[in-house]
């Protein structure tokens, strides 16, 4: 029946039993005359009427009677039911609603009964008539526990409530049984099994209380209550007093004797475990198995105790119950001592001493019991009784020292450890021993001292996550994901190879689930023998935390991992199976090793520069009299300084002395002492070194520019003017520890760059040389000295400078300027040597004197051969040049010298004694000021006599107005064809032009000898055609011609009427 | 009268508990341990519909008193709890004096 209850209650569905009893006045119960076990009723009229005119005559009046009766006895529970007939109310179908017999009914009985709500609900009941099992659980421990406990007002002996209430469970269990078949029974064992439970609690304790359950048996008072108890349950009722089997037997029975209840006992205890086990009720049975552990126990049957209380435990270590865990730990191992299990016993024993559930006392106790064991000799000497390590004590945290966990081979290591131990009392260790597993590793690199030392920078402090121990396995209770980014870096260059994220504890997140419940089986634990141990002796560990410290001397070189921490006390060894999180340590082996290398970025040629010298031992010892021999190179000095003093730091750079250095030179070797360093460490010391500048090596680089070289280009200049010339010098070191020498190069850089110019005013000459500094330092020049290496007496080179000393700054220049001078016919070329002392401009006297800096150059064909002078002239009659008007340029050419060596060649012909040689002009305007007008270029025939002149003539234009620079008149050696020589010039310079050329490639060097300037040339032959044997041009060397003109310029005046000129430009 | 009150986390271990009489503090803890049995089944019957109707009251284990206001006022004190940014979900519920006291007065006011 389903039970709508107010107040917004769940419905509910209930069992109700009913009997229908015909109507009578008499039966309705009176006013105050209410008893306790009262069937409540339900007044039911039923009627068959279906006509409304039968329902006016006499139902209607029927039911008003009734309904008065029922008002009377304050009844004011009722139903009307009116049962129709199918047939009959398909054959007379109401069109009118609300006419119906029932509609009747309801307006003429329900309107005064608004108040109803539940009138509906019993039409119903029929429907929930089977559900007889929702009855029971109103029979449920609970209920009678308060019948039991609030009940009758009497006082009644110890047991007889506990009887009673036994008694009425199985009654109820039985009329259940009784009514119902097995697969109904079975069902409906979850409404059922509480009384089960519940009778073998009260028969539980009625065996307790009547001594049943006691090894001895009941003593006499014991069998006084019980026959008291039993007198107190009187006859059995009647109508089961004759059956085999009745609740009332078995307790009477089962209080006879010790064994009858023991059978009772347990086959009720049997029963309500196998039932919850059944429903699913997994708590409650093994709840039930702890009492029949009990029982055990006390029947002294250990072994038959043991199952349930493990089952219990590890039901209750699963869901983390902290109470219940110590309580029925406390009594396995009560359990576990009684049967001898004694590897099991110390280890429960080791958790409840660590256990603060627990009092103080009873913490002592336990620990006592394991200190007693541990103490007592042993049958098998050998014998290890392993227990986990978790309950005796805690690892915290390790430290290694050196911090970075890298010693050498033979170092001494030190490792110290937080241990917090979990017993009560001061408990004395033999020894703690630590197994390390070794392992080579195969990449040799990681095991080099740079690496090792550069990658671990930790602080070295490795802790330890506690773990809770009473805590449930679940997915929430999992740890935290430690989730890090990784990142790989190449080894050679520290580039970024893979990244990534790594998961940390994923050993911890992945493990299997049921790991964790072998937590009360110590045979998981197993004891590693390795050859390795770090072990500490004889230890107190005092409650809480205690520091342990390991020391052990390197041996191979390789990985230790830390795996396993084991604690002895007597013969029983506390295990800590796996360390995590992993800890190593690195033993590395080192051959000894020698470094040198600039302080600086770069070393410099000239001055005296440091150098350091590092020397990494290794396993080497460095003994008194070993030293480092190295072998002179040509043009580098080892400069030995009275006050070097030389570093000794340990591998992990902390520094154990420093010594001064003895070096002895010799003419080819220099041999510097070593001082005394033990193994794996690192000697330092600087010296200076000194490159000699070398001249020749200087003298090539150098850009000769007063030189005719018509195919250097301008690209190589640029190259060159920016980077320092270097110089390799290679050092041979002998080594101590090595029969080979090491070879050492040292680059050197020249801090200068040196160009020279030949300068002409006329026919005098000068040579001008310029040194630029290339380095970052500024230096100081002194002494600066020009000579002529060929020793001609005749020259002279005579010094413009005017100061001695003269600061030359990082990336600035410096020129120096001497002329010549000679009395008779100079040289056709000249050698020169230029030196300039130097010496850094910042520091201090130096100690040695330092070698000048030199730089040799030729110079050739330097004597002026021709005077070139250019004039430009006004119109006739006119004052100033005007833009667009022609002017008249003349230019005299004029020969300075008699016949000289120079030009003897083949331009030159002689006739009458006369010597002539064929000159080409051309008059060449690049910033295409003027247009010239006519022929720019022409071959003259020169004589080669002094004072010769030739005059040429050509009409240009000037273009704009202004003081305009004069067009260059350039001068060319004409020579004629010679099928021996191959032309200076390819084809494709002859290319015809007219005179308004404007040279686009327009060299930038005014006196340049280069004749790469395309268009520049006008052919005189241009009627010859190409490929046919041509004259040959050769520019005449730049000292040769001097250009008297160059520099002056005309004034060019607007003309008055302004017009465009266009200009086309190819 | 409430003589035991126990805040359970869904893993089955207790996030709180506490019981009066102290001196009695196993057999409650047993008592609410074993009765875990029922709340189980109950869940496992209410099932998805449970879900849908926000509704968390399971009812009571045995029918004796409705305790219907007084577990919803526990419910609420205990959501508090949980919305606390200090506490870390699944924690044992230890801290909290807000949660203490209206446990107190529920055991007090009970009685």
């Known amino acids: 029946m389903e039970w709508r209850r107010s107040y917004g209650r769940a419905p509910k569905m209930i069992h109700l039993e009913s009997n229908f009893v015909q109507f009578k006045e008499e039966l309705l119960p009176k006013e105050g005359n209410k008893a306790l076990l009262t069937f409540p009723f339900?007044?039911?009229?039923?009627?068959?009427?279906?006509?409304?005119?039968?329902?006016?005559?006499t139902v209607k009046d029927d039911l008003t009677k009734w309904q008065n009766v029922l008002k009377a006895h304050s009844s004011v529970d009722w139903l009307i039911v009116i049962v129709e007939n199918d047939a009959k109310k398909k054959n007379k179908t109401n069109i009118l609603?609300?006419?119906?017999?029932?509609?009747?009914?309801?307006?003429?009985?329900?309107?005064?009964?608004?108040?109803?709500?539940?009138?509906?609900?019993?039409?119903?009941?029929?429907?929930?008539?089977?559900?007889?099992?929702?009855?029971?659980?109103?029979?449920?421990?609970?209920?009678?526990?308060?019948?039991?406990?609030?009940?009758?007002?009497?006082?009644?002996?110890?047991?007889?409530?506990?009887?009673?209430?036994?008694?009425s469970c199985l009654e109820v269990l039985q009329r259940i049984e009784g009514c119902c078949d097995r697969a109904q029974i079975d069902s409906n064992i979850a409404h059922t099994v509480g009384l089960w439970s519940y009778a073998t609690e009260k028969l539980k304790s009625l065996g307790y209380l009547c001594g049943l359950v006691s090894e001895k048996g009941p003593n006499s008072e014991d069998l006084n209550r019980t026959v008291d108890l039993l007198a107190g349950l009187g006859a059995e009722r009647p109508e089961t007093a004759n059956t085999a089997q009745s609740p009332y037997k078995k307790l009477k029975e089962a209080l006879s004797s010790v064994e009858a209840f023991e059978k009772h006992y347990l086959d009720l205890s049997h029963a309500t475990i196998e039932m919850y086990t059944s429903i699913g009720r997994i708590r409650s049975a093994k709840f039930v198995g702890k009492d029949l552990a009990e029982f055990y126990m006390r029947k002294k049957a250990p072994q038959k105790a043991e199952i349930?209380?493990?089952?219990?435990?590890?039901?209750?270590?699963?869901?983390?119950?902290?109470?219940?865990?110590?309580?029925?730990?406390?009594?396995?191992?009560?359990?576990?001592?009684?049967?001898?299990?004694?590897?099991?016993?110390?280890?429960?024993?080791?958790?409840?001493?660590?256990?603060?559930?627990?009092?103080?006392?009873?913490?002592?106790?336990?620990?006592?019991?394991?200190?007693?064991?541990?103490?007592?000799?042993?049958?098998?000497?050998?014998?290890?009784?392993?227990?986990?390590?978790?309950?005796?004590?805690?690892?915290?945290?390790?430290?290694?020292?050196?911090?970075?966990?890298?010693?050498?081979?033979?170092?001494?290591?030190?490792?110290?450890?937080?241990?917090?131990?979990?017993?009560?009392?001061?408990?004395?260790?033999?020894?703690?021993?630590?197994n390390v597993h070794f392992s080579i590793e195969k990449n040799s690199y990681r095991k080099t001292a740079e690496w090792l030392t550069k990658h671990k920078t930790s602080n070295g402090i490795i802790s330890f996550p506690p773990e809770t121990a009473p805590f449930p396995v679940s997915q929430n209770s999992l740890p935290a994901l430690e989730l890090y980014e990784m990142f790989e870096r190449s080894p050679s260059d520290n580039s970024l190879n893979t990244t990534g994220i790594i998961c940390r504890n994923v050993h911890m997140l992945l493990r299997r689930q049921e790991s964790s419940s072998s937590l009360e089986m110590p045979s998981g634990v197993a004891l590693e023998e390795g050859a390795h141990l770090l072990r500490c002796s004889h230890v107190t560990l005092e409650p809480g935390a205690n520091q342990i410290t390991f020391r052990t001397q390197a041996k191979e070189p390789g990985t230790y991992t830390l795996r396993q921490l084991c604690a002895s006390v007597g013969s029983v060894w506390f295990v800590l199976p796996h360390i995590y999180p992993i800890v190593q340590y690195d033993v590395y082996s080192q051959e000894p090793q020698l470094h040198v290398e600039p302080l600086a970025d770069s070393l410099l040629a000239g001055i005296p520069q440091k150098v350091k010298f590092t020397v990494t031992t290794g396993h080497y010892t460095i003994k008194n009299g070993d030293s480092l021999q190295l072998s002179n190179a040509e043009a580098m000095l080892i400069l030995c300084q009275a006050e070097s003093r030389a570093m000794v730091y340990s591998n992990t750079r902390e520094q154990s002395s420093d010594a001064a250095l003895r070096i002895q030179s010799s003419d080819k070797v220099t041999s510097i002492s070593l001082p005394v360093a033990p193994a794996y460490h690192v000697i330092e010391f600087e010296l200076e070194v000194l490159s000699l500048p070398s001249a020749p090596a200087l003298g090539g680089e150098s850009d000769m520019l007063g030189m005719a070289e018509p195919h250097r280009k301008h690209k190589d200049k640029q190259k060159t003017g920016h980077c320092m010339v270097t110089t390799d010098h290679k050092v041979s070191i002998d080594c101590p520890w090595s029969i080979y020498s090491t070879v050492i190069a040292l680059t050197f850089s020249v801090p200068f760059r040196t160009t020279h110019a030949l300068l002409s005013s006329g026919t005098r000459k000068y040579v001008?040389?310029?040194?630029?500094?290339?380095?970052?330092?500024?230096?100081?020049?002194?002494?600066?000295?020009?000579?002529?290496?060929?020793?001609?007496?005749?020259?002279q080179l005579v010094p413009l400078n005017t100061q001695s000393q003269q600061p030359i700054y990082s990336k600035q220049s410096v020129f120096f300027v001497w002329e010549l001078k000679w009395t008779e016919e100079p040289p056709p070329s000249l050698y020169c040597r230029f030196s300039v002392g130097f010496s850094p401009a910042s520091e201090e006297q130096l100690s040695i004197s330092l070698k000048p800096y030199t730089y040799e150059f030729k110079v050739e064909n330097f004597f002026t051969l021709y005077n070139v002078k250019a004039e430009i002239f006004p119109p006739s009659g006119m004052e100033y040049c005007r833009t667009g008007s022609l002017c008249?340029?003349?230019?005299?050419?004029?020969?300075?010298?008699?016949?000289?060596?120079?030009?003897?060649?083949?331009?030159?012909?002689?006739?009458?004694?006369?010597?002539?040689?064929?000159?080409?002009?051309?008059?060449?305007d690049n910033s295409s000021n003027w247009a010239v007008c006519g022929k720019s270029c022409g071959v003259i025939s020169m004589p080669v006599a002094a004072r010769a002149t030739h005059r040429v003539h050509m009409e240009v234009m000037p273009l704009f107005a202004g003081y305009l620079p004069l067009p260059d008149v350039r001068l060319f050696k004409y020579l004629p064809h010679h099928s021996a020589h191959s032309s200076q010039l390819d084809a494709d310079s002859w290319i015809e032009n007219d005179s308004l050329s404007v040279d686009k490639h327009g060299d930038d060097q005014p006196d340049s000898s280069s004749l790469k300037s395309r268009g520049s040339v006008h052919s005189a032959c241009s009627s010859e055609h190409k490929g046919l044997p041509m004259p040959r041009l050769q520019a005449l060397p730049a000292g040769q011609v001097f250009n008297s003109s160059s520099g002056t310029q005309v004034l060019v005046i607007p003309s008055q009427d302004d017009h465009v000129l266009e200009v086309s430009v190819t | 009268m409430a003589v035991c009150i126990a805040v359970i986390a869904k893993e089955n271990y207790p996030l709180y508990i506490r019981s009066t009489p102290t001196e009695n503090e196993l057999k409650f803890h047993y008592m609410v341990h074993t009765s875990l049995d029922v709340v189980d089944e109950k869940i496992s019957a209410m099932g998805k519909a449970l879900v849908d109707q926000r509704e968390l009251y399971l009812g009571l284990l045995y029918p004796t008193k409705d305790y219907k206001v007084m577990f919803r006022k526990l419910h609420n004190s205990y959501t508090v709890v949980m919305c606390n940014p200090f506490y870390n979900s699944g924690d044992r519920i230890q801290s909290s004096r807000a949660f203490d006291n209206m446990v107190t007065s529920m055991m007090i006011q009970v009685c």
């Open chain 1, 42 to 57: 339900l007044h039911i009229y039923w009627t068959e009427c279906c006509d409304t005119e039968v329902y006016k005559a």
């Open chain 1, 97 to 167: 609603p609300r006419t119906s017999i029932v509609d009747k009914i309801r307006n003429d009985f329900c309107n005064k009964q608004s108040d109803r709500r539940s009138l509906p609900l019993f039409s119903r009941c029929c429907s929930s008539l089977r559900m007889p099992w929702c009855s029971t659980t109103s029979w449920t421990p609970s209920s009678l526990s308060m019948w039991s406990t609030s009940g009758p007002g009497v006082s009644v002996p110890p047991g007889a409530l506990d009887c009673w209430v036994f008694l």
């Open chain 1, 308 to 434: 349930y209380l493990q089952g219990a435990l590890k039901n209750y270590l699963a869901e983390g119950w902290a109470l219940p865990i110590t309580h029925t730990r406390k009594q396995l191992a009560e359990c576990q001592k009684h049967l001898g299990q004694i590897e099991n016993y110390l280890q429960t024993s080791s958790l409840l001493a660590s256990d603060h559930h627990l009092t103080e006392e009873e913490r002592k106790h336990f620990c006592q019991e394991i200190l007693d064991f541990a103490s007592q000799p042993l049958d098998n000497p050998g014998h290890k009784i392993v227990l986990p390590m978790q309950s005796f004590a805690q690892l915290r945290d390790l430290h290694f020292d050196p911090s970075n966990a890298v010693v050498h081979v033979g170092g001494v290591l030190c490792i110290e450890i937080t241990m917090y131990s979990q017993m009560p009392v001061p408990v004395h260790v033999e020894q703690i021993v630590v």
């Open chain 1, 768 to 795: 001008q040389v310029c040194v630029q500094n290339l380095s970052e330092l500024d230096f100081q020049l002194s002494d600066s000295y020009l000579v002529d290496t060929s020793d001609s007496t005749d020259l």
């Open chain 1, 888 to 924: 008249s340029l003349e230019v005299l050419i004029t020969r300075l010298s008699d016949l000289l060596e120079v030009d003897k060649d083949e331009a030159l012909t002689e006739s009458d004694e006369h010597f002539s040689t064929k000159l080409m002009y051309e008059v060449v």
